[in-house]
């Protein structure tokens, strides 16, 4: 399976929390075309992102996890996120790091050769559009139960900007709420995730330097009765970046503030 949903344990609230970066897993089809290095893998994955978040369906979320890493299929990426470098026939935009990512962040080379059209079909019809439409029938539901839906979209980030990304070099906040210009969620739901690490006196960037991706931008409307808001929370916290291993007491502290997080939001009270 490529992605798994947990349903609320505890008394439930009108929270989803998605996660579609913690993932590691590569079918073989994907692997015959697949040339990243092993470690550039894990340092494109939200390690441990999904075990931050374990403790969501005890606070009555909703919790999607993909399974697959996003040099197979990116989830947080739009559907025609795909140019012709990266698979044959594609008319996207030039990138590297669409729908399938065919260069690591570094840029070293991902993929042999462009996709076949049928591979590239393939991990449209077995994995991204099953993934949003899961991710979809759960906000419908939560907002015909509740009148809206919370969508908190969980992700990590290096702690400093790497090669290949905007800010190279450069030490990033310990959390970063991305919501597309606070558009994407009612002030409330933004201030949720901002508040908690304050009070742990941990540093808060909003939008800097990610904005929310893809999916923030595709479902978070307020106005329909969907707020959505990507929490970006550095590695630093929880993580030995070099080694990819965990801190213990700090990651138990986060996968504190992950819950946290999830609880007040539970408990807002929108319109």
Not at 39 to 58: I, M, N, S, T, W
Not at 79 to 90: K, P, Q
Not at 93 to 122: D, K, M
Request: aromatic letters at 6%; hydrophobic letters at 40%.
């Amino acid at each position: 399976m490529y992605f798994s949903v947990n349903e609320p344990t505890g008394p439930e609230t009108p929270v989803v929390v998605e996660v579609p970066h913690a993932g590691l897993e590569i079918d073989p089809p994907a692997l015959a075309s697949l040339i990243a290095p092993a470690r550039a893998l894990g340092q494109d994955a939200d390690l441990f992102v999904d075990e931050l978040y374990a403790d969501a369906p005890a606070e009555g979320a909703t919790l999607l996890v993909a399974r697959v890493s996003r040099y197979v299929c990116d989830l947080n990426r739009a559907e025609d996120d795909v140019d012709e470098l990266t698979a044959e026939g594609a008319g996207g935009r030039p990138s590297p790091h669409g729908l399938v990512w065919r260069a690591t962040t570094e840029n070293v080379p991902a993929l042999t050769a462009p996709l076949p059209r049928h591979e590239l079909e393939r991990r449209l019809h077995q994995i991204y559009r099953p993934y949003h439409a899961t991710l979809r029938r759960l906000l419908d539901a939560k907002r015909s139960r509740f009148g809206y839906a919370i969508l908190l979209c969980g992700h990590s980030m290096p702690s400093r900007g790497r090669a290949g990304h905007a800010d190279p070099g450069r030490a990033r906040a310990d959390v970063v709420p991305g919501s597309r210009g606070h558009t994407s969620a009612a002030a409330e739901v933004i201030a949720v995730p901002d508040e908690l690490a304050r009070e742990r006196g941990w540093t808060v960037a909003h939008d800097d330097p990610y904005r929310g991706g893809f999916t923030t931008a595709h479902y978070g409307r307020p106005g329909g009765g969907v707020h959505a808001v990507q929490v970006e929370l550095s590695r630093r916290l929880y993580m030995d970046e070099r080694i990819l291993s965990k801190k213990v007491n700090d990651f138990h502290a986060t996968k504190a503030y992950c819950r946290a997080v999830v609880a007040r939001l539970g408990r807002l009270a929108l319109e």
